[in-house]
């Protein structure tokens, strides 16, 4: 959501567009997203109640001087025709200078099918690379009882002391869609395959669990995670918040994790069910109490690459690289596997190993990656590192002050 809203408002601002607030899809997988429309400058971009997740006003007045924003299509423009597009993905500037804006000849309105991925991450100007930033990590701010009850929740995680936000992806949506069965009873795996099998717009049905998890395709199960901390040298006392929805098996897979780590915390323990009541039957704003509360840890391990992990990270470099541990589940595995045959011991020996793993994946400054070496066309763009995942330099500028030694800031 985050991204394709802040690429919305790039796009809004290249093709001279007024933006239209999008409407969150309540036939998404979320049971709530976001489908767009644009206006011709006189023209709009689409989108379900944007302000049960988004402060829709501080929206609208923090990107006044680069994008118009109405909440709605104006009403003498409510039956005119509009133009239904599917934004090519990754695209850069002369695509929507010259394709997209020439639809303005025919049509007034454009609705943009899809928002997610339809910006180039590199090669645009400073200016638009900005105007992202200043959406994402400025304009776009929660609602207020979502910003409210997410600092609540932070406040309560600090008082155990510093903390690691753990984003566990062991969840039965996740583990059906990557069909990651390791560790799981032969029941569960059926199940989780039936949801697969189930599910029509999953289009792959058969997997292979054992390759997917050496491939590193696979989230880390709480057990493997639990070794992870311990190797990384978290003492048992350390605070760990579950940025997460239901845990697949609950208690049955979070024995070894909760046993070496019993200051497991998530927003279930943390808050009342009358303080969480309002936010239970919304999954994005759930998401999103999680979002805050990982932004504001003293470290973020995600246990899977996926959405909201990348954003967060993305997120925690903009404030300034915050700690993120990404684990390398490829190596990982291996790793666990030679201790689980008895070819490695836990304590120092898979310690040392796990930390030089892990000594250049931790948040610290360095340059988006770019294309895989090799990829051509569309695969190209789609291997290069998300511009959300790593912002910098693009969302940063020099102070006038201290211009002789290069010092740099995040946009603010």
Not at 110 to 126: E, F, G, Q, T, V
Not at 174 to 200: N, P, Q, W, Y
Not at 264 to 283: D, I, P, Q, W
Not at 345 to 354: D, I
């Amino acid at each position: 959501m985050r991204a394709g809203i802040c690429d919305m408002v790039a796009v809004a601002r290249i093709i001279h567009a007024t933006l239209v607030v999008p409407e969150l899809d309540k036939n998404s997988f979320w049971q709530d997203t976001s489908f767009w429309s644009l206006q011709h400058h006189n023209s709009v971009f689409h989108c379900s109640i944007f302000s049960d997740v988004f402060d829709e006003d501080y929206f609208i007045s923090s990107l006044a001087s680069d994008v118009k924003i109405v909440r709605k299509l104006p009403k003498d423009m409510s039956g005119v025709t509009k133009a239904v597009k599917h934004f090519r993905s990754w695209s850069g500037m002369d695509y929507y200078k010259e394709e997209i804006s020439s639809l303005w000849e025919d049509y007034k309105v454009i609705r943009a099918a899809k928002s997610d991925s339809r910006l180039a991450n590199n090669n645009l100007p400073p200016d638009i690379q900005k105007l992202r930033c200043r959406a994402c990590y400025e304009a776009l701010r929660f609602s207020p009882q979502i910003e409210a009850m997410g600092k609540l929740l932070v406040d309560r995680m600090r008082a155990y002391g510093p903390y690691i936000a753990l984003h566990l992806r062991y969840e039965k949506d996740m583990l059906a869609f990557s069909g990651c069965t390791h560790g799981l009873s032969v029941a569960e795996a059926d199940e989780l395959k039936k949801i697969r099998d189930d599910t029509s717009y999953w289009k792959i049905k058969d997997i292979d669990s054992e390759e997917q998890r050496s491939k590193g395709y696979c989230p880390l199960t709480p057990t493997e995670v639990a070794m992870l901390l311990t190797a990384l040298g978290y003492p048992s006392n350390t605070p760990i918040y579950i940025a997460a929805g239901e845990i697949y098996g609950g208690d049955a897979h979070m024995g070894e994790l909760l046993t070496r780590y019993p200051l497991l915390m998530s927003k279930e323990k943390l808050a009342s069910v009358e303080e969480l009541e309002r936010f239970l039957k919304h999954a994005s704003q759930m998401a999103a109490l999680d979002y805050i509360v990982s932004v504001a840890s003293a470290v973020f391990i995600p246990t899977y690459s996926g959405n909201m992990a990348r954003a967060v990270e993305g997120h925690r470099r903009y404030l300034g690289h915050q700690k993120t541990v990404t684990p390398d589940r490829k190596l990982l595995v291996r790793l666990f596997d030679k201790v689980e045959r008895g070819k490695l011991r836990e304590g120092r020996p898979l310690a040392t190993r796990v930390i030089e793993l892990h000594k250049k994946r931790q948040g610290s400054p360095r340059k988006r990656k770019g294309p895989i070496s090799g990829t051509k066309g569309m695969d190209r763009f789609r291997s290069e590192e998300s511009f959300y995942v790593n912002p910098l330099p693009d969302c940063l500028c020099q102070r006038q002050s201290s211009l002789s030694t290069g010092t740099s800031s995040a946009i603010r």
